[in-house]
C-alpha cells in the first residue's frame, strides 16, 4: 500500500523516470539529489507507504514530516534531450513485501504519465576503496544495451554481482512486466558500512548526464554531498536505532521473571 | 483470512460454543476431543487459514492434510442440556495478527448459527506439578460468574496470571465486541514443555460436564490421551522443525562468502 | 485494520484531539489518563485492531478484556476553551505497518468529527534522572510554532532528537497529510526501563492546562498515577512476556532431534 | 498476492500438473525442468509475487528478472498420455503466509484450465547419502494410491516423515479443498546442505515417465543438471546474502551510541 499525493497535474512528452533512493554508498540517493537541484527540477507529487519505518522525522528545528519518497520533473529544453522524472525520497521499504508494493504503486503512478522508459541507480558494493569507480549496468531489454553502449557503462555486471536488492531492482523487474524497457546502473563503492560515495555518485552522474544530453555543473556536487549526507545519514541512524529499539523490546529483561502462560 | 467450508447446514436451538484448542498441556484440545468422541458429536465444518504454518501433515502412512480446525455440533437430548458446537483443531495461528483474524472468522460463522455464550478452555502454567488441579475461569460478563459459581470454579485468577494469550483469549475477547458472552476456563498444570496433562483435562472435563449437564464416561479418558497425544505432539514437533528449519534458512553458513551486494 | 465502535454520536465544535498512549514514561499516557478523570470528559468510542497484541488482559480478578484504544469527549465551558477528543488507551500496534494503519483508522474517524488540531504527547529520554522536566514541542506547521510560543515549550527539539518512533510521530505526521495541524509535546524524562515519570506528566499537564484554558487540581496526581501505573505495568509485562513466550516458541529444544525434512 | 501473466490461451484435455519447484535437493525442480526440455514443452504463462524474495536476478552477463514460477504444457501425442501442465520456476514464497496465498493462485488459475489432478515433487530428506534412492509418495486421495502403486512407489511414508512444507506439501492439501486429487512424490536424498540431487531426481523421473505412459531420454540429464544447478545455485545463495543482508541491517553497530528515545 502506498498513498500517492499529486501537487500538479503535468503533461509531459513521452518522459524517461530516473530513479535514486538511498541504499549502499547512497548513489542514487546522491546522483539524483544533485541533478534535482542543478536542473531546477519541479516536486509535482509525493508517496509515502505503511511498508516505510514507523516513525517520523524532524527537520529544521521542529518540524515534523513522515518518510516519504518525492516525484520530480523537468521538461526538455533542446533536441536530443528528454522531459524527466526524478523519483528520490527519505527510505526504502522496511519489509520484504513493501518492496514490491512500493514500486508497484511507483509504476502506476508513472504509467499514466506515459513513463516507458525507467532507469535506476544502485550501488555495486566491491569490498575494496575505488579510486576510478566504474559505471556498470544491466538492462531488461537488450535494445538498451545498444542505445547506451557508446556511453562508458561496462555491460559486463554479470560478472560481478548476480542480484540486485530492493528498490533499483524490483522497479526495472517490474517494469517490464508492463512493457517499460528499464536499465540499473550501479556504481563501483566499497559499500563499507553505510557511507555515501561521492565519487560513485560523480561517476554516475558523468555517464548519466551524457546520456540524456544535459549539461550539469559538477563543481557543487561536492558541497551538495555534505548537505545531503547530513540528512540521510540521520535517517540511517534512525532506521538502525528504530530496529535496535524494536530488538530492545522483544529481548526483555523479564527472562529472571516467574513465568506463568496461559494458553 | 479463513476459509470455513460447511458439510452440513445445522440448525440449532441457541447453542453454546465449546473451544479447545492445542495449547499448554493441550488441555482444551483433550477436554473438547473427549467430548466429540463420547458424545459422538457431528463434524458439520471445518476451517484453514494461511495464518496457519505453512505445511501439510501425513495421516496414517500417506494421507496429506491440511492443519484445520474443525466444527462438530451436538444436539440436546433432554431438559437442562443444551445445543452444543465444538471447535477443536490442529493449531493455532502462527502470527500475532493471524490470531485476531482467524478469530474473528470463527466468531464471524458461529454468530450465524446462533451462537450467544462460548466458553474456552486453556491452561495455567503454575511451573509446578499439580496433584489435584483446579480449574480456574475469567468472564467477559458479571453474569456469568452467578450462572457458573455454584461449580467448581475459581473466578479469583487474576491472582494467578494476568492475561490470556492466542485464541482461548481472544476468541472471548473479540466474542464481547458482538454482545456474546463468554468464559475461559483454565486448568492449572505444570507447564513444563509442551505435555500433554490428562489431568488437568479431567479436572476441566468434570466441571463442564456438570455445568453442560451432560454425563460422559471418564474411564476412557486415559486411552483417549494417550491416542490423541501421539498426533498432538506430532504437530507440536513439526511446528518446532518448521520454525528450526526457518531458522536455518535465514542464518547462512553464507558468513564467510565474499559479499557483493548492490542496492 | 481497526475497529471503532461508538457509543455516543457526538456533535463537538471544532474540537481539539488529545493524544496519549502508552510510551517512553508513560508520560502521554498518564497526562491525558488525569485529565480524563479530572475533567470527567466521557468515553463515547473504543478501538482495537488486529495489529495489537494477541491477547487479553484480565481486570480485577476475572475479568477477560480486550486490548483497547478510547475516544473520550469534553465540551468547552466557558470562552478561551475548546472542545477537547482525548484519545488514550492499552498500547500501541505491535508491527511497522500496523502502526501506520492504526493511525489513519483513528485519523478518518476524527476528521469526520470535524478534529483539525491535535496534540500528541510522548517522552524524551534523556538517559539522565531529570528534577525538572521541560517540555519540548515540534509541529507539522509553523504557525503552531507562533500559537503556543508563549507557553514554556521549548521548540528547539530538534537539538535533542531526530526523530518521534509510533503512534505521538505518526498520527502527527499523517494528519498533516489530510491539512490537519499537529504538535507534539514531548516530556524530558530518563528513559531508564520503563518506569511511568509522574514529573514529566505533570510537566506536560501544567503546559498542557495553560494552553487549553483548563484549570485542572494535580493534588491527586501522585495518587493517580499509582493507580494508572499499576495497570500500565501489567500491560507491559504482558506484552514482554507474551514477546517471550514466542520467542521460546521460536527457538525450541528440538535442535538435537534427528531432523528428516521434505520440501 | 500474486500476478500470473498469459502468453497464450490453450485448450487442454483433463491437464494433470507436476508441480517442480526449487527445494530440498532440488529434486523437483531438476525432474520437470528436465521433463519440460525433453518434451519440448511450451510455457504460456507465468506468476511472480510481492511474496518472493525482494531481489531481481541477473541472467547471462546484464539481463534483469524478477524471480518467477512458470506454467508449461504439453499435448499428448497417443492413448495411454495425458495432457500436462508443469509448473516450475525460481523460488518459492519467502514468508509462511505467502506460501498459502501463491498456492491458492496456482491453483485457481489452473483449475480454470480444467486441471483435477496434481503430482507435486519433493525431496525427503535422511541424511545420508542414498545409492539407490527410492521414491515416496503420499496422496489426498485413496484411489490415487490403487491407480499408481503398480509403480515402483513406497506409500509407508509416514513412517519416514511427517509432514511436508511449503509449495509441494500445500499445493496438494490445498488442491483436495477444491475437490482436485494429488499427490506428493518425494525422491530420498541426503539433504545435507542444499545440493542439487540428480540421482534422486532420476528416480523419480523413471517412475514418472512410466505413470505417465512418456519415453524420455535419460542420457541428458546429468548435462543438464550441471546447467540447471549453477542458476539455482545462484538464487540460493542469493537468498541467503538477502536473508544476511537484513540480518546484518536489523544489527546495527549502532549499539553503543547515545540513544535519545522519543516515544
Not at 516505510?52 to 520533473?73: A, D, G, T
Not at 548476480?162 to 528498490?167: D, H, K, R
Amino acid at each position: 500500500m502506498a498513498k500517492i499525493k499529486v501537487f500538479e497535474n503535468i503533461k509531459l512528452n513521452s518522459p524517461i523516470m530516473i530513479v535514486g533512493l538511498p541504499g549502499i554508498g547512497n548513489i542514487g540517493r546522491v546522483a539524483v539529489g544533485y541533478l534535482i537541484k542543478e536542473l531546477a527540477s519541479k516536486k509535482f507529487a509525493q508517496l509515502y507507504s505503511k511498508n516505510f519505518f514507523p516513525f517520523v522525522v524532524l527537520h529544521k528545528s521542529y518540524e515534523i514530516r513522515l518518510l516519504k519518497n518525492y516525484f520530480h520533473y523537468w521538461k526538455a529544453r533542446k533536441d536530443g534531450q528528454r522531459d524527466i522524472i526524478f523519483l528520490t525520497g527519505d527510505c526504502q521499504s522496511q519489509s520484504p513485501d513493501g518492496h514490491y508494493e512500493v514500486a508497484e504503486a511507483i509504476l502506476d503512478f508513472v504509467e499514466k504519465l506515459g513513463v516507458k522508459e525507467i532507469i535506476t541507480i544502485g550501488g555495486l558494493a566491491t569490498g575494496e576503496m575505488e579510486k576510478n569507480p566504474q559505471v556498470y549496468a544491466c538492462v531488461t531489454d537488450e535494445e538498451l544495451v545498444k542505445k547506451y553502449k557508446s556511453y562508458k557503462i561496462n555491460f559486463d555486471v554479470g560478472k560481478r554481482v548476480g542480484y540486485i536488492v530492493g528498490a533499483a531492482g524490483l522497479i526495472a523487474g517490474l517494469a517490464k512486466e508492463r512493457g517499460m524497457k528499464a536499465m540499473c546502473m550501479l556504481g563501483e563503492t566499497s559499500g563499507f558500512p553505510i557511507v555515501t560515495d561521492p565519487k560513485a555518485a560523480e561517476a554516475i552522474l558523468n555517464t548519466l548526464t551524457a546520456m540524456l544530453g544535459i549539461k550539469v555543473d559538477m563543481s557543487r556536487l561536492e558541497d551538495r554531498v555534505k548537505e545531503m549526507e547530513k540528512f540521510i545519514k540521520k535517517i540511517e541512524t534512525l532506521q538502525r536505532r528504530a530496529v535496535m529499539e524494536i530488538a530492545k523490546e522483544e529481548q526483555p529483561e523479564a527472562k529472571k521473571e516467574e513465568l506463568r502462560y496461559i494458553g
